[in-house]
């Protein structure tokens, strides 16, 4: 005779959905110290406002002349 859980869903999963999923799913991976992270990119700023202003210029520049 094979042994099955009394619950079939994880007992953290408080919504319906999450209850659905299988329990490998909801399961949170711990992370790994010895994995070297990527550069993180500190010029999103600059390139959003250097966009921006592009567009507002090149939209602006066109509807003048």
Do not use: C
């Amino acid at each position: 005779m094979s042994t099955r859980p009394l619950v079939l869903s994880s007992e953290s999963a408080r919504h319906p959905f999450r209850q659905r999923l299988p329990r490998h799913v909801l399961r949170v991976a711990e992370p790994s110290g010895t994995r070297e992270r990527a550069p993180v990119s500190d010029d999103n700023d600059w390139k959003l406002f250097m966009l921006s202003f592009g567009a507002f210029f090149t939209a602006f520049y066109s509807f003048i002349f």
